[in-house]
């Protein structure tokens, strides 16, 4: 859409030198934020989910002002710009829930761990009460 704003309208030069650094911007965290949200799934890890969805926050934010704020925002523009705003809005509901259920495994597993090791000991402990009291 860039190159058919400067070939039929009058671009301004220092603004298209800024939207096209905040394209390949976009298009830098687009391909992070995708790798990123990869790896989380893949992996199960907070850290790259969370991640993800910082780089989710900053696409969001340049998505915005590729909608609002560009220099020409003709009408495909902003069709173009709602279907990816509603696309990274569902990508962070998703994003968000599985970053509770990793959190929440992780978090739950710690717990199963404490209480497996209580259990160990209580046992263990009690064993030893039986075994002192068969011996006498």
Not at 2 to 18: D, E, N
Not at 38 to 57: C, P
Not at 80 to 93: D, N
Not at 109 to 124: A, L, P
Request: a neutral charge; glycine letters at 12%; one cysteine or more.
């Amino acid at each position: 859409m860039i190159i058919y704003k400067t070939h039929v309208l009058s671009y301004p030069v220092g603004r298209l030198a800024l939207d096209m650094c905040l394209l390949f911007l976009m298009a830098g965290f687009e391909v992070l934020r995708v790798y990123w949200g990869v790896r989380g799934n893949l992996q199960e890890s907070e850290g790259y989910t969370g991640s993800n969805l910082i780089a989710t926050g900053a696409t969001v934010l340049l998505a915005l002002y590729f909608v609002i704020w560009q220099s020409y925002v003709l009408r495909a523009d902003v069709i173009i710009g709602a279907i990816l705003l509603c696309l990274y809005g569902l990508t962070g509901i998703v994003g968000l829930g599985t970053l509770a259920r990793f959190t929440r495994f992780a978090f739950t597993g710690w717990m199963d761990t404490q209480s497996s090791d209580t259990r160990v000991d209580e046992m263990g402990s009690s064993d030893m009460r039986t075994s002192g009291a068969a011996m006498t």
